[in-house]
């Protein structure tokens, strides 16, 4: 389930906590890099997460990005991890940060922008 978020915040750095297992099958590894707001005023209550996929066997650089933004509840973040265990890579967040400084600093962007509320995956379905 998503719900549209309609906010206003400040700009500030966000830090990578963190990389979880969303899915393992015996073809493909599906994982979120999550970050989080740090030294703002302004109480974020959000985790901002980049999804990857990436077929087994394949090069590192062989990948799709499933989703370079997605703004997550913590019950949401907690609901997609699973006690999977698969080899992942790390990429370059340029792109991440593009997306979440123009979610951060345009009110229109964050009013469309929906927030999962349910688990990650279910999220890119919808």
Not at 43 to 61: I, M, S
Request: proline letters at 7%.
């Amino acid at each position: 389930m998503l719900v549209y978020l309609l906010a206003s915040t400040s700009a500030r750095p966000q830090e990578q906590m963190d990389s979880i297992i969303l899915s393992v099958s015996p073809k493909t590894v599906r994982w979120a890099d999550v970050y989080k707001g740090a030294g703002s005023r302004l109480a974020d209550p959000y985790f901002h997460v980049r999804v990857f996929e990436k077929d087994k066997g394949t090069p590192p650089w062989a990948f799709r990005e499933r989703a370079p933004h997605l703004v997550v509840t913590p019950e949401a973040l907690a609901a997609s991890r699973t006690k999977q265990h698969a080899k992942i890579y790390a990429y370059k967040d340029v792109e991440f940060r593009i997306a979440y400084r123009h979610w951060l600093e345009d009110p229109t962007v964050r009013a469309r922008t929906p927030v999962c509320i349910t688990d990650i995956l279910s999220c890119l379905r919808r």
